[in-house]
Protein backbone atom coordinates (compact mmCIF):
# COMPACT_ATOMS: atom_id res chain seq x y z
CA UNK A 1 0.00 0.00 0.00
CA UNK A 2 2.68 2.39 1.29
CA UNK A 3 4.36 1.70 -2.37
CA UNK A 4 1.82 2.42 -4.19
CA UNK A 5 0.87 5.44 -2.48
CA UNK A 6 4.75 6.92 -3.27
CA UNK A 7 4.05 5.75 -7.12
CA UNK A 8 1.08 7.57 -7.22
CA UNK A 9 3.03 10.84 -5.64
CA UNK A 10 5.62 10.25 -8.45
CA UNK A 11 3.24 10.33 -11.02
CA UNK A 12 1.94 13.72 -9.89
CA UNK A 13 5.64 15.05 -9.73
CA UNK A 14 5.78 13.96 -13.53
CA UNK A 15 3.13 16.47 -14.05
CA UNK A 16 4.49 18.80 -12.63
CA UNK A 17 7.85 18.54 -14.47
CA UNK A 18 5.05 18.60 -17.46
CA UNK A 19 3.68 21.69 -16.47
CA UNK A 20 6.63 23.08 -16.28
CA UNK A 21 8.17 22.17 -19.73
CA UNK A 22 5.05 24.05 -21.23
CA UNK A 23 5.50 27.05 -19.06
CA UNK A 24 9.01 27.25 -20.21
CA UNK A 25 8.27 26.75 -23.82
CA UNK A 26 5.38 29.87 -23.27
CA UNK A 27 8.11 32.03 -21.69
CA UNK A 28 10.81 31.52 -24.70
CA UNK A 29 7.75 32.31 -27.45
CA UNK A 30 6.54 35.25 -25.17
CA UNK A 31 10.06 36.87 -25.06
CA UNK A 32 10.44 36.06 -28.76
CA UNK A 33 7.89 37.83 -29.89
CA UNK A 34 8.62 40.95 -27.59
CA UNK A 35 12.13 40.69 -29.22
CA UNK A 36 10.65 40.39 -33.06
CA UNK A 37 8.63 43.82 -32.43
CA UNK A 38 11.56 45.57 -31.05
CA UNK A 39 13.27 44.13 -34.41
CA UNK A 40 10.51 45.16 -35.95
CA UNK A 41 10.31 48.63 -34.52
CA UNK A 42 14.19 49.42 -35.76
CA UNK A 43 13.43 48.10 -38.88
CA UNK A 44 10.75 51.03 -39.09
CA UNK A 45 13.13 53.56 -38.04
CA UNK A 46 15.40 52.17 -40.51
CA UNK A 47 13.69 52.95 -43.68
CA UNK A 48 12.49 56.32 -42.27
CA UNK A 49 15.98 57.21 -41.80
CA UNK A 50 17.98 56.04 -45.23
CA UNK A 51 14.17 57.00 -47.35
CA UNK A 52 15.50 60.46 -45.54
CA UNK A 53 19.06 60.32 -46.82
CA UNK A 54 17.75 59.29 -49.89
CA UNK A 55 15.47 62.00 -50.81
CA UNK A 56 18.24 64.24 -49.80
CA UNK A 57 21.40 63.13 -51.89
CA UNK A 58 18.84 62.83 -54.77
CA UNK A 59 17.90 66.69 -54.33
CA UNK A 60 21.58 67.50 -53.94
CA UNK A 61 22.07 65.11 -57.07
CA UNK A 62 19.77 66.86 -59.27
CA UNK A 63 21.00 70.38 -57.99
CA UNK A 64 24.12 68.97 -59.41
CA UNK A 65 25.85 69.13 -55.80
CA UNK A 66 26.24 65.09 -55.66
CA UNK A 67 26.79 62.79 -58.05
CA UNK A 68 24.17 59.91 -59.22
CA UNK A 69 26.65 57.51 -57.87
CA UNK A 70 25.82 58.78 -54.34
CA UNK A 71 22.72 58.05 -55.24
CA UNK A 72 22.52 54.75 -56.34
CA UNK A 73 24.45 54.37 -52.91
CA UNK A 74 22.12 55.57 -50.93
CA UNK A 75 18.91 53.74 -53.27
CA UNK A 76 20.78 50.61 -51.90
CA UNK A 77 21.16 51.14 -48.56
CA UNK A 78 17.13 51.92 -48.94
CA UNK A 79 16.51 48.91 -50.26
CA UNK A 80 18.34 46.90 -48.08
CA UNK A 81 16.61 48.37 -45.15
CA UNK A 82 13.29 47.88 -46.88
CA UNK A 83 14.30 43.95 -46.92
CA UNK A 84 14.97 44.15 -43.32
CA UNK A 85 11.86 45.71 -42.83
CA UNK A 86 9.81 42.88 -44.26
CA UNK A 87 12.16 40.06 -42.80
CA UNK A 88 10.98 41.93 -39.34
CA UNK A 89 7.59 41.56 -40.20
CA UNK A 90 7.49 37.92 -41.11
CA UNK A 91 9.98 37.26 -38.22
CA UNK A 92 7.09 38.74 -35.75
CA UNK A 93 3.98 36.66 -37.23
CA UNK A 94 5.84 33.59 -37.07
CA UNK A 95 7.07 34.15 -33.59
CA UNK A 96 3.11 35.00 -33.01
CA UNK A 97 2.29 31.87 -34.41
CA UNK A 98 4.89 30.25 -31.90
CA UNK A 99 3.46 32.14 -28.90
CA UNK A 100 -0.40 31.05 -30.30
CA UNK A 101 0.47 27.26 -30.60
CA UNK A 102 2.86 26.89 -26.65
CA UNK A 103 -0.82 28.84 -25.43
CA UNK A 104 -2.98 26.22 -26.82
CA UNK A 105 -4.47 28.84 -29.28
CA UNK A 106 -3.31 27.65 -32.74
CA UNK A 107 -6.44 30.14 -34.11
CA UNK A 108 -4.84 33.46 -32.67
CA UNK A 109 -3.03 35.95 -34.48
CA UNK A 110 -1.98 38.71 -33.11
CA UNK A 111 -1.57 39.84 -28.94
CA UNK A 112 -1.11 42.81 -27.24
CA UNK A 113 1.95 42.09 -24.91
CA UNK A 114 2.75 44.21 -21.50
CA UNK A 115 6.96 44.10 -21.52
CA UNK A 116 7.69 42.76 -17.91
CA UNK A 117 10.34 44.74 -15.73
CA UNK A 118 14.10 43.74 -16.67
CA UNK A 119 15.07 40.65 -13.73
CA UNK A 120 18.44 41.84 -11.22
CA UNK A 121 21.27 40.13 -12.19
CA UNK A 122 22.59 36.60 -12.13
CA UNK A 123 23.80 35.51 -8.43
CA UNK A 124 27.01 36.01 -7.32
CA UNK A 125 27.77 32.33 -7.25
CA UNK A 126 25.84 29.20 -9.50
CA UNK A 127 25.92 27.01 -6.27
CA UNK A 128 22.94 28.00 -4.26
CA UNK A 129 20.50 27.74 -7.56
CA UNK A 130 22.17 24.22 -7.33
CA UNK A 131 21.08 23.08 -4.26
CA UNK A 132 17.51 24.81 -5.18
CA UNK A 133 17.11 22.86 -8.06
CA UNK A 134 18.46 19.62 -6.22
CA UNK A 135 15.98 20.45 -3.48
CA UNK A 136 12.73 21.80 -6.28
CA UNK A 137 12.99 19.38 -9.90
CA UNK A 138 9.86 18.15 -10.03
CA UNK A 139 11.73 15.51 -12.03
CA UNK A 140 14.21 14.92 -9.28
CA UNK A 141 11.29 14.77 -6.70
CA UNK A 142 9.66 11.76 -8.86
CA UNK A 143 12.69 9.63 -9.41
CA UNK A 144 13.05 9.85 -5.44
CA UNK A 145 9.42 8.89 -4.95
CA UNK A 146 10.00 6.39 -7.06
CA UNK A 147 13.50 4.83 -5.48
CA UNK A 148 11.32 5.22 -2.07
CA UNK A 149 8.78 3.17 -3.64
CA UNK A 150 10.89 0.56 -5.15
CA UNK A 151 12.81 0.54 -1.17
CA UNK A 152 9.32 -0.10 0.26
CA UNK A 153 8.06 -2.54 -2.17
CA UNK A 154 12.07 -4.82 -1.59
CA UNK A 155 10.94 -4.71 2.40
CA UNK A 156 7.52 -6.35 1.08
CA UNK A 157 9.08 -8.87 -0.98
CA UNK A 158 11.51 -9.93 1.87
CA UNK A 159 8.64 -9.85 3.87
CA UNK A 160 6.98 -13.09 2.44
CA UNK A 161 9.78 -15.27 3.92
CA UNK A 162 8.15 -14.87 7.18
CA UNK A 163 5.54 -17.48 8.73
CA UNK A 164 1.97 -16.42 8.19
CA UNK A 165 0.07 -17.00 11.27
CA UNK A 166 -3.68 -17.05 10.94
CA UNK A 167 -6.36 -17.28 13.48
CA UNK A 168 -9.78 -18.67 13.40
CA UNK A 169 -12.98 -18.97 15.75
CA UNK A 170 -16.64 -20.10 15.26
CA UNK A 171 -19.32 -19.63 17.93
CA UNK A 172 -22.97 -20.25 17.70
CA UNK A 173 -26.41 -21.35 18.87
CA UNK A 174 -27.94 -24.63 17.83
CA UNK A 175 -32.10 -23.26 17.60
CA UNK A 176 -33.47 -26.93 17.63
CA UNK A 177 -31.92 -30.67 18.27
CA UNK A 178 -31.70 -33.30 19.85
CA UNK A 179 -31.75 -32.88 24.28
CA UNK A 180 -28.04 -34.60 24.24
CA UNK A 181 -26.53 -31.89 21.99
CA UNK A 182 -25.60 -28.55 23.88
CA UNK A 183 -27.52 -25.52 22.19
CA UNK A 184 -24.23 -23.68 21.88
CA UNK A 185 -20.84 -24.31 20.76
CA UNK A 186 -17.46 -22.67 20.15
CA UNK A 187 -14.44 -23.26 18.71
CA UNK A 188 -10.91 -22.19 17.98
CA UNK A 189 -7.80 -22.66 16.48
CA UNK A 190 -4.41 -21.29 15.06
CA UNK A 191 -3.14 -21.84 10.95
CA UNK A 192 0.45 -21.47 10.52
CA UNK A 193 1.67 -21.50 7.21
CA UNK A 194 5.45 -21.67 6.45
CA UNK A 195 7.03 -20.55 2.97
CA UNK A 196 9.89 -23.15 2.49
CA UNK A 197 9.16 -25.46 -0.29
CA UNK A 198 8.33 -22.96 -3.34
CA UNK A 199 11.19 -23.12 -5.44
CA UNK A 200 12.73 -19.85 -4.36
CA UNK A 201 9.94 -17.69 -6.02
CA UNK A 202 9.79 -15.93 -3.04
CA UNK A 203 13.79 -15.30 -2.86
CA UNK A 204 13.51 -14.53 -6.58
CA UNK A 205 10.81 -12.02 -6.38
CA UNK A 206 12.93 -9.95 -3.26
CA UNK A 207 16.11 -9.77 -5.02
CA UNK A 208 14.06 -8.67 -8.26
CA UNK A 209 13.13 -6.08 -6.05
CA UNK A 210 16.52 -5.27 -4.65
CA UNK A 211 17.92 -4.81 -8.28
CA UNK A 212 15.02 -2.15 -9.04
CA UNK A 213 15.70 -0.45 -6.19
CA UNK A 214 19.40 -0.10 -6.93
CA UNK A 215 18.63 0.97 -10.43
CA UNK A 216 15.80 3.46 -9.12
CA UNK A 217 18.61 5.13 -6.74
CA UNK A 218 21.36 5.18 -9.79
CA UNK A 219 18.55 7.11 -11.44
CA UNK A 220 18.59 9.59 -9.01
CA UNK A 221 22.44 10.11 -9.05
CA UNK A 222 22.64 10.41 -13.22
CA UNK A 223 19.33 12.98 -13.45
CA UNK A 224 21.14 14.77 -10.18
CA UNK A 225 24.33 15.00 -11.92
CA UNK A 226 22.76 16.26 -15.39
CA UNK A 227 20.67 18.97 -13.48
CA UNK A 228 23.87 20.57 -11.99
CA UNK A 229 24.93 20.49 -15.46
CA UNK A 230 22.23 21.74 -16.92
CA UNK A 231 22.18 24.30 -14.08
CA UNK A 232 25.60 25.66 -14.75
CA UNK A 233 24.89 26.19 -18.23
CA UNK A 234 21.85 28.38 -17.83
CA UNK A 235 23.76 29.99 -15.29
CA UNK A 236 26.50 30.86 -17.89
CA UNK A 237 24.34 31.55 -20.30
CA UNK A 238 22.55 34.52 -18.44
CA UNK A 239 25.84 35.99 -17.00
CA UNK A 240 26.49 36.38 -20.33
CA UNK A 241 23.18 37.58 -21.78
CA UNK A 242 23.04 40.03 -19.25
CA UNK A 243 26.70 41.68 -19.77
CA UNK A 244 25.53 41.82 -23.22
CA UNK A 245 22.92 44.39 -22.20
CA UNK A 246 25.27 46.58 -21.34
CA UNK A 247 27.85 45.92 -23.75
CA UNK A 248 25.39 46.51 -26.76
CA UNK A 249 23.98 49.64 -24.91
CA UNK A 250 27.39 51.17 -25.38
CA UNK A 251 27.79 49.95 -28.99
CA UNK A 252 24.80 51.95 -29.55
CA UNK A 253 25.87 55.20 -28.46
CA UNK A 254 29.23 54.65 -30.78
CA UNK A 255 27.59 53.77 -33.39
CA UNK A 256 25.05 56.68 -32.85
CA UNK A 257 27.92 59.01 -32.55
CA UNK A 258 29.74 57.78 -35.30
CA UNK A 259 27.06 58.26 -38.03
CA UNK A 260 26.31 61.80 -36.88
CA UNK A 261 29.99 62.38 -37.59
CA UNK A 262 29.97 60.64 -40.72
CA UNK A 263 26.44 62.60 -41.80
CA UNK A 264 28.48 66.25 -41.27
CA UNK A 265 31.63 64.82 -43.20
CA UNK A 266 29.40 63.83 -45.80
CA UNK A 267 27.28 67.05 -45.58
CA UNK A 268 30.46 69.24 -45.56
CA UNK A 269 32.22 67.14 -48.43
CA UNK A 270 34.93 65.62 -46.69
CA UNK A 271 33.79 62.11 -46.92
CA UNK A 272 31.93 59.37 -49.07
CA UNK A 273 28.91 58.08 -49.43
CA UNK A 274 30.96 55.21 -48.63
CA UNK A 275 31.77 56.10 -45.17
CA UNK A 276 28.02 56.95 -44.45
CA UNK A 277 26.45 54.04 -45.98
CA UNK A 278 28.71 51.80 -43.58
CA UNK A 279 27.74 54.09 -40.36
CA UNK A 280 24.29 53.64 -41.20
CA UNK A 281 24.89 49.97 -41.30
CA UNK A 282 26.79 49.86 -37.94
CA UNK A 283 24.43 51.72 -36.77
CA UNK A 284 21.24 49.28 -37.61
CA UNK A 285 23.30 46.26 -36.72
CA UNK A 286 23.83 48.37 -33.06
CA UNK A 287 20.07 49.28 -32.67
CA UNK A 288 19.23 45.32 -33.71
CA UNK A 289 21.68 44.03 -31.20
CA UNK A 290 20.57 46.47 -28.13
CA UNK A 291 17.08 46.07 -28.71
CA UNK A 292 17.49 41.92 -28.69
CA UNK A 293 19.84 41.98 -25.77
CA UNK A 294 17.06 43.32 -23.16
CA UNK A 295 15.09 40.32 -23.86
CA UNK A 296 17.38 37.49 -25.13
CA UNK A 297 18.61 38.01 -20.96
CA UNK A 298 14.73 37.91 -20.01
CA UNK A 299 14.39 34.24 -22.26
CA UNK A 300 18.17 32.81 -20.79
CA UNK A 301 16.43 33.93 -17.10
CA UNK A 302 13.16 32.04 -17.58
CA UNK A 303 15.44 29.12 -18.32
CA UNK A 304 17.64 29.46 -15.02
CA UNK A 305 14.15 29.67 -13.57
CA UNK A 306 12.86 26.07 -15.06
CA UNK A 307 16.76 24.74 -14.22
CA UNK A 308 16.19 24.99 -10.85
CA UNK A 309 12.27 24.48 -10.59
CA UNK A 310 11.19 27.73 -9.91
CA UNK A 311 9.47 28.58 -13.04
CA UNK A 312 6.04 29.38 -11.94
Known sequence: MASSDLHAQAQDQTTEATRADIL???????????RAQSVLTVAEQTVEARQLVSDQVTALAENKLKSTLDVSFANVNLAD???????????????????????????????????EPMPAAPAASVDPLIQDAIANRPELKSLRLEQSSAERFTKAEHALNYPTVAAIAAAGVVPAGESIV?????????????PIFNGGLFKARQSEAEFKAQAAAKNVDDLANRVMRDVRVAYLNAQTAYERVGLTDQLLQQAQLSLDLSQARYNLGLSSIIELSQAQLNLTSAQIASASARFDYEAQNAVVQFQVGALK
Open 24 to 34: LATSRAYFAVL
Open 81 to 115: ARLLLSQARNDLASAKAELAAAMGLPRQTDFVLAE
Open 182 to 194: PKTYGAAGVNVSI
